[in-house]
């Protein structure tokens, strides 16, 4: 499985993110045709090399004509549903702009959907968003991890005025992730940064086993005394099961509209949920009921448990520590008589455990061609086989 770990000793910004992806192997041609697939205009992409203290990194630009949008979550995720990009890229970059939203409305005493974002809104936010959602697909890159985080220090001057750093969003989505003060005075994590990095990231600690293929650096704006850089390691973790620490938060149901739970499940999947179940259960009084079962990192919880209070009629939730122990995972792709179709597989030290097709792939050539999905799904299945028998894996 091709990860990355993210050395943030300066901290992080989307720009930074960026740069850090470009130099790492992204193919700046690649993003610039990504990003052109979205309904926005008035923006140039520039990539320089410039030098921090003595490391070479890239640069990314974001130049941006003067505009006076002020776009709301409902305007952005438009935007990027509009752009027609991968599912995982879409799915992911309305999950950081959902739970920036979240943020800001907490910190505002406002309800999510009359929050306005100003900067955090505005062309080069939105770039620096989508742009590393789809830089991660493009790397192939299907999980990150990251270094506990600098917040710096000082003020910050924003469109509510001045405030302290962090700025009181990026507290917000930093809750739950390892942070300590300093190095310097100046905003070292910026709310774009935090919303970017706490939603993809699945760890904060030290850097996790693996192969490093590639090392990237990418450079902030401002000069300071020593490199303000972010560095990407990317890479191949070990091929064996590894545990991870999560989080299961669940709450029993029996008074509410059951038309409503779709539009739940949505809602927690967007806020970060690993996985999402319902469960049909018996409580007092022989009521039939539902048992919401959620899973996630404990970076996300917070988010989570707050989704479930607005959006069912609960009073209360409980949450336990759960570990979860994975197989590493890879994708292949093999060619049917419909199109291509990708192999989700799973491995164990290198050996093939199991392997299915990826059912947005079957469901799309299904309807492209007039086949019942069953049949593209079964021949996606024969095609892998014949494949591992002709390698003789």
Known sequence: MTIAYLDCFSGVSGNMLLGALLDAGLALDDLKADLARLPLSGY??????????????????????PEHAHRGLKDVIAIIDQAGLPSGVSDQSRRIFTRLAEAEARVHGQPVEE??????????????????????????????????????GGWVETAHGRLPVPAPATAELLK???AYGGPVEEELVTPTGAAILTTIATSFGPMPPMTVRSVGWGAGTKEMAHPNVLRIFVGESAAQPRAQSLVAIE?????????????????????????VFYTPIVMKKSRPATLISVLAEATQANALREVIFRETTTLGVRSYDV?????ERDWREVQTEYGPVRMKVGLSDGEIITA??????????????GTPVKTVYQAAQSAFEKSQSKSGG
């Open 356 to 369: 299915a097709p990826e059912y947005e792939d079957c469901r799309r050539l299904a309807r492209e061609s």
């Open 251 to 275: 709450t029993n149901l029996d008074d509410m509209n059951p038309e409503f739970f779709e539009y739940l499940m949505d809602r927690l999947f967007m806020a970060g949920a690993l996985d």
């Open 44 to 65: 140039e992409i520039r990539a320089e090399r410039v030098t921090k203290r003595g490391v070479s990194a890239t640069h990314l630009a974001v130049e941006v004509s």
């Open 115 to 152: 929050v306005h974002f100003h900067e955090v809104g505005a062309v080069d936010a939105i770039i620096d968003v989508v742009g590393a959602c789809c830089g991660l697909h493009r790397l192939g890159i299907e999980q990150v991890s990251a270094s506990p985080l600098p917040l710096g």
């Open 323 to 327: 570990s979860r122990l994975c197989l």
């Open 176 to 178: 739950g992730v390892p």
